[in-house]
């Protein structure tokens, strides 16, 4: 496992990594190697763009959040917060024309948004889409809500994985 990988995994709240053929690392990263990181990207013009969906997150799930944030290595222009209750029909993609993908935070907000039934199980590790009415259809992934995470650290090796299959979508637009 890399060094950027460790980092990734640290600030997730994962310290140890049990990979499918058994090995365990330890995540080990010192802050100003994460710094290093998030100043390398933010300097860079956005190659694509992120809408997070869900509640407004508040204290421990705000933390995990601006990991999240932090993790993915996003400047500020390369998010947006949206709500669920938001008009659909009213987002457009960023002009810049970037790839776009929309991360759902909860099975209600990945239903209303993608009209999707099943429960948050059956959604997440499939990409979904929000059809805008503006012949935007927008990947979405959905995973669990961040106020449900910041009380279950086991499930955030689940959110890493929604957050990887997220960055796969983007690699291949």
Avoid: Y
């Avoid at 860079?44 to 993915?72: C, E, M, Y």
């Avoid at 012949?135 to 957050?163: G, M, R």
Wanted: cysteine-free; charged content about 20%; glycine content about 6%.
């Amino acid at each position: 496992m890399t060094n950027t990988h460790s980092s990734f995994l640290k600030e997730m709240g994962i310290t140890e990594w049990t990979a499918r053929d058994g090995s365990a690392e330890v995540a080990t990263v010192t802050q100003s190697q994460l710094a290093v990181n998030v100043a390398v990207s933010a300097e860079s013009t956005p190659k694509a763009h992120w809408w997070f969906f869900g509640s407004q997150p508040q204290g421990d799930a705000q933390v995990l959040f601006q990991n999240v944030i932090r993790v993915l290595g996003l400047a500020s222009n390369e998010w947006s917060w949206k709500s669920p209750n938001d008009n659909l029909s009213k987002m457009h993609a960023p002009e810049n024309a970037v790839p776009l993908v929309a991360i759902a935070f909860g099975g209600p907000t990945a239903q209303k948004i993608t009209g999707e039934r099943d429960p948050l199980p059956q959604l997440r590790e499939t990409i979904l889409a929000l059809n805008t009415g503006n012949d935007d259809e927008i990947p979405v992934v959905a995973t669990f809500d961040l106020a449900q995470l910041a009380t279950k650290s086991k499930d955030k090796t689940l959110l890493w994985q929604d957050l990887l299959l997220a960055k796969s979508i983007l690699q291949n637009i």
